[in-house]
């Protein structure tokens, strides 16, 4: 093994555990939503290459209100699907679309892109 | 009397607490015209009925003003049609602007390609390298890439930087990094040839493998939108039947206005041929409606005064006028959309492995991709192992798809369940769907679902030659035209459809659990059962008594007609088959379920049913809450229960089964308990039902299949695994145009599904 051999090696293998940690295991950011007066709970999230924020804490029983905001063309975010609300909708880009949800169970419910590789937590306590 | 009235529902801003609410209630109440008004602070709306004649919208916002709120109407869903097209404008400009980034990039890959290849001519490069040099001629070359790059390809990079801000990668990460590395390292090879001249390694660049993978990626993406769109046809279909304007009469005027200005109360008026608006109650006329696009029934039905009309149904022959009864979001078609989006939107079982991988798919890719370099990097020759490593490690970037995966089973659901929809198969979600295949027991409620559930006069038999059966017909139609009981019913129906003309009926009584008697036309006539005779001291003949035994051994409710203490005829009437259920159960039996039905009839009366239509299997004498045993029952045997009823009488039944199919459910589409709602009464609609499942389930599974298969051979490919063995390695140009292909291959199998025959 040459030099470059053995740092092409090091570096592939590091980048590699990089990879790993960077997408399994980092933090991922959280919000709750805020209560309006009128008694809903209300939460903006931003869809540019993921959801910002992207684990949403919510109360259950109190109707929500999910506002996504589409900052892209990039088709990968152009659908939105909340399984367990049974809900596929279209972001169109550069739009607002507004999802009126009522969780009446507690637990953590993933809503994803259409083809669930960019994810995010509805998290109903 | 009824009143004119109107409902409209505000959204009212700035209220914070009850007191609020019970200010703009205030304000409301005391606005004369206003009849009912309903605030809910919670969803800050406001409900309003209201007589149009009296009060408008415009004043009812003023009323809230005065009270320091203010208001917006909410439109009821009724511009879903103008939505859609909205829509299809947008996605119509998003596809040509896709097709001209296709079309740049695939005109200059081109370029790059020939351009390229004059590496293989010694004579041609010996040409250039004469006149340019081979260092410009890769700046050209570069010059020619960038707009691939940076026009063509931009979202590509963008959407992987946004995606890596969140931790997240999808199948731009891997298209960036795949043609980015390829991109950078020409540049260095351009830049700074001697870098690479002095290890030993030819000075190779890879625009054409840039230029020629983004473009091949945007042909996959223009081919991927075109089937798209044709996935949702049904759905769009549904909202295209949405009348857009209606005419409505005010003061003996007809108005022509917007679909969303028509309110409750409205009356419309319809002409032959027309679409109509909404759905209300006939006011007058009388005509015959195409409800065929709403339920799948292919005869036209007829509708007169007071029956109900649905918006989008076809009326066909005569003009009527009707009150609209529901608008906007309230309607059936409005609800079936609905229905059938959110089954569209639910999540199939099936797909559970699919999201498990896709969910990780990309970094474990990224992962293999860099393992790949550093290993051929290491196993190759020093000349020759920097090419090698990172063509290897493009290839295994590019090839991956885990677009495939994730389009496997949603777009073959939303095809079933649209396909479904357009026959009337109304499927609450995926799951359902998916349950639906496996059903090896169908357990079918008798009443309605087998018979038509009303009783209908099977046999007619005269028992006294001197008088016509006509006017025995005539004289027993004018008693039991009094009567409210069902047998009475039957018989009404069986001598008006005769044609009889009637006499009145003097004296009518009706005697419970008996029968009834009375005078008609001079004669007192009895119509009952044994015990109404012996009440009246009539003896019927062994003959008329030989005749009802006969009947009642064919499960036949039978009655004698008694005229001046003689009986002249003896009547049976029995709860018929409907013509399609023999051939129903035929087809579920030849698709491998058992069926078995269920009904509250004795042991007797339920074995000449089932043996009618080929059932060899009974549950009778079931009580309502006895339904749920028998599912219980046939799921203790270890079967996946399919129970079909009406979703009324029967709803815990079909709640309790694997499957719960509301037969006949018309218009009323909102049938909780049922996971599959048939808007027909007809039972093959069943059959349609199982085997739509079947061919969606063996469609998702070819999908997966195709998409897993396509993976796992793919990417060991690329990654070199069979050249040390064979040689063979895969150009990443190759390997794009397979990714392109991978993902319009699963749409285009998905939408076969559209030609299925049910």
Redesign the interface.
Same mark, same amino acid.
């Given at each position: 093994m040459d030099t470059s051999q053995i740092f092409v090696t090091l570096t592939g293998i590091g980048l590699a555990a990089f990879v790993v940690w960077y997408f399994f295991f980092g933090k991922r950011e959280t919000q709750s939503a805020t209560l309006t007066n009128s008694g809903i709970q209300e939460v903006a999230v931003t869809v540019k290459g993921g959801y910002s924020p992207d684990v949403i804490e919510v109360v259950k029983d109190k109707p929500v209100r999910l506002k996504f905001y589409r900052d892209e063309t990039s088709s990968c975010s152009e659908e939105l699907v909340f399984g367990e609300f049974s809900l596929r909708r279209e972001l169109p880009a550069y739009e607002t679309t507004v999802i009126d949800i009522l969780p009446t169970k507690a637990g953590t419910f993933e809503f994803t892109c259409g083809m669930n590789m960019l994810r995010g937590r509805l998290v109903v306590r | 009397m009824k009143t004119d009235q109107s409902t409209v529902t505000l959204e009212i801003n700035g %209220?914070?607490c009850a007191s609020c609410v019970a200010a703009v209630e205030n304000a409301l109440a005391t606005t004369p015209g206003v009849q009912k008004a309903a605030v809910n602070?919670?969803? #800050?709306k406001a409900t309003i009925a209201f007589a149009p004649q009296r009060v408008n919208v415009e004043m009812l916002k003023t009323a809230i003003a005065n009270a320091g709120y203010s208001a917006t109407e909410i439109k009821h869903d009724t511009n879903r049609a103008a939505q859609a097209e909205a829509?299809e404008t947008?996605k119509h400009a #998003?596809y040509d602007a896709l097709k001209h980034r296709f079309v740049v990039a695939a005109l200059l890959a081109v370029v790059i390609m020939l351009l390229s290849m004059t590496m293989l001519f010694p004579s041609v490069e010996h040409f250039f390298h004469e006149m340019l040099g081979m260092q410009a001629l890769n700046y050209v070359l570069l010059a020619l890439t960038l707009p691939v790059l940076l026009y063509s390809g931009r #979202?590509?990079y963008?959407?992987?930087?946004?995606?890596?801000?969140?931790?997240? !990668?999808? %199948?731009?990460t891997l298209i960036a990094v795949g043609t980015g590395a390829a991109f950078a390292y020409s540049v260095v090879v351009t830049v700074a040839p001697a870098l690479f001249e002095q290890h030993g390694i030819r000075a190779e660049v890879y625009y054409d493998t840039t230029a020629t993978i983004i473009a091949l990626i945007l042909l996959g993406?223009v081919l991927e939108a075109r089937a798209k769109g044709q996935t949702s046809a049904a759905i769009k279909k549904l909202v295209g039947l949405q009348a857009k304007t209606a005419r409505i009469l005010v003061g003996g005027q007809e108005n022509e206005i917007a679909i969303d200005q028509v309110v409750v109360g409205n009356v419309v008026v319809v002409r032959p041929g027309e679409k109509i608006a909404t759905d209300g109650e006939i006011l007058e006329g009388v005509s015959s409606v195409d409800e065929s696009m709403l339920t799948g029934e292919s005869f036209p039905i007829e509708k007169t005064q007071g029956m109900a009309v649905f918006g989008g149904t076809v009326n066909k022959t005569g003009r009527f006028t009707f009150r609209a009864t529901k608008v906007g979001s309230d309607t059936v078609l409005a609800q079936i959309v609905r229905l059938v989006? #959110? !089954?569209?939107?639910?999540?199939a079982p099936i797909q559970r492995l699919?999201?498990k991988i896709?969910?990780?798919?990309?970094?474990v890719v990224?992962?293999i991709a860099?393992?790949t370099?550093?290993v051929w990097?290491?196993l190759m020759p !020093?000349d020759t192992r920097l090419p090698f !490593?990172l063509v290897n490690f493009v290839a295994v970037l590019i090839i991956a798809c885990?677009?495939a995966?994730?389009?496997a089973t949603?777009t073959a659901i939303m095809v079933g369940t649209g396909k479904g929809a357009e026959h009337g198969i109304l499927i609450r979600?995926a799951e359902s769907l998916e349950k639906a295949h496996q059903i090896s027991a169908i357990l079918l409620d008798k009443t309605g679902t087998i018979t038509k559930g009303e009783p209908t006069v099977t046999d007619f038999v005269p028992m006294d030659k001197t008088i016509p059966r006509e006017q025995i017909i005539q004289i027993a139609v004018s008693l039991e035209k009094n009567s409210e009981h069902p047998l009475a019913a039957a018989i009404v129906h069986y001598g008006t459809r005769e044609g009889t003309q009637l006499f009145p009926a003097q004296s009518f009584e009706a005697i419970e659990g008996k029968g009834a008697y009375g005078i008609v036309d001079g004669k007192r006539v009895a119509i009952g059962n044994a015990k109404l005779l012996a009440t009246e001291n009539i003896v019927p003949t062994s003959e008329a008594t030989q005749a009802a035994e006969r009947l009642i051994a064919e499960a036949k409710t039978t009655v004698f007609v008694a005229i001046d203490g003689r009986v002249v005829a003896v009547i049976a009437v029995a709860d018929v088959v409907r013509e399609t259920s023999r051939e129903a159960v035929a087809a579920l039996q030849a698709l491998g379920i058992e069926v078995v039905m269920l009904t509250g009839d004795n042991q007797k009366t339920a074995e000449h049913i089932a043996a009618q239509v080929g059932i060899t299997r009974v549950f009778a004498d079931a009580l309502p809450q006895g339904k749920i045993n028998a599912v219980k029952q046939l799921q203790a045997e270890g079967k996946t229960v399919a129970m079909v009823g009406d979703g009324i009488n029967d709803a815990p039944a079909l709640a309790q089964a694997d499957v719960g199919i509301a037969i006949g459910a018309g218009t009323d589409v909102a049938m909780e308990a049922a996971s599959i709602t048939l808007m027909r009464s007809d039972l093959r609609d069943v059959v349609k039902a199982v085997e739509l499942s079947r061919q969606t389930m063996a469609n998702i599974k070819q999908n997966l299949f195709f998409a897993f298969i396509y993976n796992v051979l793919g990417i060991p490919l690329a990654a070199g695994l069979l050249y040390p063995f064979t040689g063979w390695l895969l150009s990443p140009m190759i390997a794009a145009a397979a990714m392109a292909m991978s993902s319009v291959s699963v749409l285009t199998n998905a939408l076969r599904l559209r030609s299925v025959k049910l």
């Amino acid at each position: 093994m040459d030099t470059s051999q053995i740092f092409v090696t090091l570096t592939g293998i590091g980048l590699a555990a990089f990879v790993v940690w960077y997408f399994f295991f980092g933090k991922r950011e959280t919000q709750s939503a805020t209560l309006t007066n009128s008694g809903i709970q209300e939460v903006a999230v931003t869809v540019k290459g993921g959801y910002s924020p992207d684990v949403i804490e919510v109360v259950k029983d109190k109707p929500v209100r999910l506002k996504f905001y589409r900052d892209e063309t990039s088709s990968c975010s152009e659908e939105l699907v909340f399984g367990e609300f049974s809900l596929r909708r279209e972001l169109p880009a550069y739009e607002t679309t507004v999802i009126d949800i009522l969780p009446t169970k507690a637990g953590t419910f993933e809503f994803t892109c259409g083809m669930n590789m960019l994810r995010g937590r509805l998290v109903v306590r | 009397m009824k009143t004119d009235q109107s409902t409209v529902t505000l959204e009212i801003n700035g %209220m914070h607490c009850a007191s609020c609410v019970a200010a703009v209630e205030n304000a409301l109440a005391t606005t004369p015209g206003v009849q009912k008004a309903a605030v809910n602070l919670a969803s #800050e709306k406001a409900t309003i009925a209201f007589a149009p004649q009296r009060v408008n919208v415009e004043m009812l916002k003023t009323a809230i003003a005065n009270a320091g709120y203010s208001a917006t109407e909410i439109k009821h869903d009724t511009n879903r049609a103008a939505q859609a097209e909205a829509t299809e404008t947008r996605k119509h400009a #998003e596809y040509d602007a896709l097709k001209h980034r296709f079309v740049v990039a695939a005109l200059l890959a081109v370029v790059i390609m020939l351009l390229s290849m004059t590496m293989l001519f010694p004579s041609v490069e010996h040409f250039f390298h004469e006149m340019l040099g081979m260092q410009a001629l890769n700046y050209v070359l570069l010059a020619l890439t960038l707009p691939v790059l940076l026009y063509s390809g931009r #979202e590509y990079y963008v959407s992987a930087y946004n995606s890596f801000l969140h931790r997240a !990668a999808t %199948m731009d990460t891997l298209i960036a990094v795949g043609t980015g590395a390829a991109f950078a390292y020409s540049v260095v090879v351009t830049v700074a040839p001697a870098l690479f001249e002095q290890h030993g390694i030819r000075a190779e660049v890879y625009y054409d493998t840039t230029a020629t993978i983004i473009a091949l990626i945007l042909l996959g993406k223009v081919l991927e939108a075109r089937a798209k769109g044709q996935t949702s046809a049904a759905i769009k279909k549904l909202v295209g039947l949405q009348a857009k304007t209606a005419r409505i009469l005010v003061g003996g005027q007809e108005n022509e206005i917007a679909i969303d200005q028509v309110v409750v109360g409205n009356v419309v008026v319809v002409r032959p041929g027309e679409k109509i608006a909404t759905d209300g109650e006939i006011l007058e006329g009388v005509s015959s409606v195409d409800e065929s696009m709403l339920t799948g029934e292919s005869f036209p039905i007829e509708k007169t005064q007071g029956m109900a009309v649905f918006g989008g149904t076809v009326n066909k022959t005569g003009r009527f006028t009707f009150r609209a009864t529901k608008v906007g979001s309230d309607t059936v078609l409005a609800q079936i959309v609905r229905l059938v989006e #959110e !089954a569209q939107g639910s999540k199939a079982p099936i797909q559970r492995l699919a999201d498990k991988i896709s969910g990780v798919f990309v970094p474990v890719v990224v992962v293999i991709a860099i393992l790949t370099f550093v290993v051929w990097f290491n196993l190759m020759p !020093a000349d020759t192992r920097l090419p090698f !490593a990172l063509v290897n490690f493009v290839a295994v970037l590019i090839i991956a798809c885990p677009c495939a995966l994730g389009l496997a089973t949603p777009t073959a659901i939303m095809v079933g369940t649209g396909k479904g929809a357009e026959h009337g198969i109304l499927i609450r979600n995926a799951e359902s769907l998916e349950k639906a295949h496996q059903i090896s027991a169908i357990l079918l409620d008798k009443t309605g679902t087998i018979t038509k559930g009303e009783p209908t006069v099977t046999d007619f038999v005269p028992m006294d030659k001197t008088i016509p059966r006509e006017q025995i017909i005539q004289i027993a139609v004018s008693l039991e035209k009094n009567s409210e009981h069902p047998l009475a019913a039957a018989i009404v129906h069986y001598g008006t459809r005769e044609g009889t003309q009637l006499f009145p009926a003097q004296s009518f009584e009706a005697i419970e659990g008996k029968g009834a008697y009375g005078i008609v036309d001079g004669k007192r006539v009895a119509i009952g059962n044994a015990k109404l005779l012996a009440t009246e001291n009539i003896v019927p003949t062994s003959e008329a008594t030989q005749a009802a035994e006969r009947l009642i051994a064919e499960a036949k409710t039978t009655v004698f007609v008694a005229i001046d203490g003689r009986v002249v005829a003896v009547i049976a009437v029995a709860d018929v088959v409907r013509e399609t259920s023999r051939e129903a159960v035929a087809a579920l039996q030849a698709l491998g379920i058992e069926v078995v039905m269920l009904t509250g009839d004795n042991q007797k009366t339920a074995e000449h049913i089932a043996a009618q239509v080929g059932i060899t299997r009974v549950f009778a004498d079931a009580l309502p809450q006895g339904k749920i045993n028998a599912v219980k029952q046939l799921q203790a045997e270890g079967k996946t229960v399919a129970m079909v009823g009406d979703g009324i009488n029967d709803a815990p039944a079909l709640a309790q089964a694997d499957v719960g199919i509301a037969i006949g459910a018309g218009t009323d589409v909102a049938m909780e308990a049922a996971s599959i709602t048939l808007m027909r009464s007809d039972l093959r609609d069943v059959v349609k039902a199982v085997e739509l499942s079947r061919q969606t389930m063996a469609n998702i599974k070819q999908n997966l299949f195709f998409a897993f298969i396509y993976n796992v051979l793919g990417i060991p490919l690329a990654a070199g695994l069979l050249y040390p063995f064979t040689g063979w390695l895969l150009s990443p140009m190759i390997a794009a145009a397979a990714m392109a292909m991978s993902s319009v291959s699963v749409l285009t199998n998905a939408l076969r599904l559209r030609s299925v025959k049910l």
